[in-house]
């Protein structure tokens, strides 16, 4: 299975931008699907967005549609996550994984990395 590991979260005031990232170790990067969840303190993981293999489609939870931009560079082993005009109901510790599905955001392996945490105060 492929190591995962995120960064770029912080405190942020509402309105501001953070840009998440995430490295993978595996070679066959390039082969799969990615997708950013987020787990907010008493909730359930969610997922946020995700991009096929290629980076030439993305899906978006309605919620951040239109904020959240998600991207990806195969050559770097890299999955970004663009937040713009955050909110404090977007306070959560951010994950990165495989997904079966950049729709569905099914993760192909129950198996997370760290997380990064993302606070936006109001």
């Known amino acids: 299975q492929m190591q995962l590991v995120e960064s770029g979260g912080g405190l942020v005031q509402a309105g501001g931008s953070l840009r998440l990232s995430c490295v993978a170790d595996?070679?066959?990067?390039?082969?799969?699907?990615m997708g950013w969840f987020r787990q907010a303190p008493g909730k359930e993981r969610e997922f946020v967005a995700g991009?096929?293999?290629?980076?030439?489609?993305?899906y978006y939870k309605d919620s951040v549609k239109g904020r959240f931009t998600i991207s990806r560079d195969n050559a770097k082993n890299t999955v970004y996550l663009q937040m713009n005009s955050l909110k404090p109901e977007d306070t959560a510790v951010y994950y990165c994984?495989?997904?079966?599905?950049?729709?569905?955001?099914?993760?192909?392996?129950?198996?997370w990395g760290q997380g990064t945490q993302v606070t936006v105060s109001s």
């Open positions: 595996g070679r066959t990067f390039s082969s799969y699907h």
């Open positions: 991009i096929i293999w290629s980076g030439s489609s993305t």
């Open positions: 994984n495989l997904v079966r599905s950049w729709v569905t955001g099914a993760p192909l392996y129950d198996n």
